[in-house]
């Protein structure tokens, strides 16, 4: 059987495992690896945080097992889109792999608007423009169409992509939410914080995070990490019941905090740049 423990050297005639006991073994992980946070690619963060010492792990496969569960308690930082399919793919590719990250941070911001988003803004554009011409309307209309279909690409089709494999395939313990940048593609200030969180109402298949944690966005008087958790528990527990074929869990009642937040998204979606 080629599974990672069939295929395993115990290492009975290595000292590090058979004079050193787990405890002390775990304090040598704990200083090598854990660091509190890493880039899961370089390019994911510019901070200038310690980095851990990823050799360790490539010592020995009995050491990467019982070692690298200490890493995963670091949180992994993922920015940019093409670093999150990375690390499904690559990093954690297998179901067992995928419940190793216990908190990561990820960021939806207007950067993540890609080429062919920007690309299929402007095909919208041209059909649109064909139509207003056949029915007269104005300059403004148009602009106002290009505005809500783009904004809509970045919320369903950009974030979204984001936003689904965590939703689908982690068991966090912690989930940190920068949506310093969450601003329209269009580059004309339009907040989409709101609509940024509601790319996680798919809720999450296994558990909903305990410590929710919000950065670059603050509202006065109203603790949004809280407000959010709130969201994302209702939701979590919302797709257990669809699950489950539970219709009352499956429907249930729109909490303080979900109604709080749809009210700040069609807000935000109402906001139109002239
Ligand atoms: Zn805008």
Not at 4 to 22: A, D, H, L, R, Y
Not at 26 to 40: I, K, N, S
Not at 206 to 227: C, M, N, R, S, Y
């Amino acid at each position: 059987m080629n599974t990672e423990v069939g295929t395993m050297n115990e290492q009975s005639t290595s000292p590090f495992f058979s004079k050193i006991p787990p405890e002390l073994r775990h304090l040598v992980y704990d200083e090598c690896l854990f660091v509190g946070e890493v880039a899961a690619y370089k390019k994911s963060t510019t901070s200038n945080a310690p980095h851990p010492q990823l050799s360790l792990l490539c010592t020995c496969r009995r050491l990467k097992l019982e070692a690298e569960p200490v890493l995963y308690r670091n949180t992994v930082i993922l920015r940019k889109e093409e670093d999150i399919q990375s690390f499904f793919q690559k990093t954690i590719p297998t179901p067992a792999r995928k419940f190793l990250p216990k908190s990561i941070e990820v960021s939806l911001g207007r950067d993540d608007f890609t080429t062919l988003d920007s690309c299929m803004v402007y095909n919208h554009g041209i059909t649109q423009s064909r139509g207003l011409l056949a029915s007269s309307g104005s300059i403004n209309e148009y602009n106002r169409e290009i505005h809500r279909f783009a904004k809509l690409k970045l919320r369903d089709a950009t974030w979204q992509r984001k936003v689904d494999p965590i939703l689908d395939h982690l068991r966090l313990d912690r989930l940190v939410l920068d949506l310093s940048d969450s601003f329209c593609p269009e580059d004309c200030d339009c907040r989409m914080a709101a609509m940024a969180i509601l790319c996680f109402e798919k809720g999450f298949a296994f558990q909903t995070p305990k410590i929710v944690e919000i950065k670059g966005w603050e509202l006065d008087d109203l603790d949004i990490a809280a407000v959010v958790g709130e969201c994302l528990g209702t939701w979590t527990v919302r797709r257990a019941g669809k699950v489950a074929g539970d219709a009352d869990s499956a429907l249930g009642t729109i909490s303080e905090a979900e109604k709080w937040l749809l009210d700040m998204a069609s807000e935000e979606e109402e906001r139109s740049c002239s």
